[in-house]
């Protein structure tokens, strides 16, 4: 959308009435539609889970056909979206990234037995494919907004003219956060939310997205390594974390900022637990805290640069597939452009930890420097 005319910060851009909305029901006891899906499904079958009542909703819109005040809405909605979730394999491979993979493999399973639930619900849902389902459950996903369904805004992320939502009353109201100037585009913020997220839950990712992370599943398993590699000697010889040290640490997230604070302090708190000599010798200069902190950012060294091997592909490597190869379809695209900022953020992730780790061996050096020299006695006893 763009702006016909000037927008004042604080102008109402954009309102919307609830009775024009298709609203997913918020009761998960008592079905909105009892003859289309009875009460016991609608309470047990979907798990909670909004996307399926609100698939339930918009088909059963799809069920009244003209006697639905939403039709012309409906009609207007587009056949499909390609978001993760109808990938094949290979393509979810290019992302280079298991937790979208894992998370893709989720949401298909989870479909499929919603949609074995609805068809089974009532005479009127076993005319409903399987490909209908997905459509609507697709559908909830990328438009949701708020409860209203809305179709036609933008993507954007970084930078936002809209805010100032407001859901009460009669509908929905949308200010301008900002002021807005004739013929500039219309966007709305889809949340602080990384691209594996954005990719999956609306199809897109935001090159350069200030929330973007990754996420490490299998700190348990790099942390073992680190310990098992030697890395953390001598007051963390290998085996001297049991796996159940670790248990509801397995998993970190690496942001723009680098490693979650929360994750670090996590970690720190476990190697203090488990030091086999807490009471010293350190080395000169270096404090328990130091020696807790300097193995905390030697596993997380680790971890990132693990997970940087891991990938198949350079960052140089994808900068060139985007910037040469003019055939690429979207889904590459995509897949290029999330894979190449977690690589980045694994490369500032290792810049992080290099760096507090030279501040570490840069404090113990000057406490050395400053220790007074021992000087040789030069006495002889006569003989």
């Not at 006697?67 to 207007?76: D, I, N, T, Y």
């Not at 929330?211 to 310990?227: C, N, Y």
Request: net charge negative; aromatic share 8%.
């Amino acid at each position: 959308m763009q702006a016909t005319g000037d927008i004042a910060a604080g102008e109402l851009v954009f309102s919307y009435p609830w009775k024009r909305a298709l609203v997913v029901p918020a009761d998960k006891k008592r079905s909105p539609f009892p003859d289309f899906i009875p009460h016991a499904i609608w309470r047990k079958s979907f798990r909670g889970q909004w996307p399926f009542y609100g698939a339930t909703a918009v088909l059963y819109e799809s069920y009244l056909g003209s006697a639905s005040g939403l039709q012309a809405f409906l009609e207007l909605l587009p056949d499909s979206v390609d978001i993760p979730r109808h990938w094949g394999p290979e393509d979810l491979a290019a992302m280079q990234y298991s937790e979208t993979a894992a998370a893709v493999a989720h949401s298909q399973m989870q479909t499929v037995e919603a949609f074995e639930a609805f068809t089974s619900a009532s005479e009127a849902t076993k005319n409903f494919t399987f490909e209908d389902f997905a459509w609507a459950c697709d559908m909830l996903q990328t438009r949701a907004f708020g409860m209203p369904i809305l179709q036609g805004t933008s993507h954007p992320l970084i930078r936002w003219p809209l805010g100032g939502l407001a859901m009460a009353g009669l509908g929905i109201r949308l200010h301008a956060n900002r002021a807005i100037k004739k013929g500039e585009e219309v966007l709305l913020s889809y949340g602080s939310k990384p691209n594996a997220e954005l990719l999956l839950g609306y199809g897109f990712v935001q090159p350069g997205n200030p929330h973007d992370a990754f996420r490490i599943s299998a700190m348990t398993v790099l942390v073992q390594d680190a310990t098992a590699r030697g890395l953390l000697r001598p007051h963390w010889p290998p085996g001297s974390l049991p796996d159940d040290a670790l248990e509801g640490f397995g998993l970190a997230q690496i942001g723009t900022q680098g490693i979650d604070a929360d994750d670090l302090e996590a970690l720190q708190q476990i190697l203090a637990s488990h030091m086999t000599s807490p009471r010293g010798p350190f080395p000169a200069g270096l404090a328990l805290n130091d020696i807790i902190a300097q193995a905390s950012w030697k596993v997380f060294l680790h971890v990132c640069q693990s997970a940087l091997a891991a990938m198949q592909t350079t960052p140089q490597e994808d900068e060139r597939m985007l910037r040469e190869q003019a055939d690429l379809t979207q889904r590459m695209q995509d897949s290029l452009q999330l894979r190449l900022g977690h690589k980045r953020l694994l490369q500032g992730c290792i810049a992080q930890t290099q760096a507090a780790l030279f501040y570490l061996d840069t404090v113990h050096e000057a406490a050395l420097s400053a220790q007074p020299k021992p000087t040789s006695d030069a006495s002889h006893e006569d003989l």
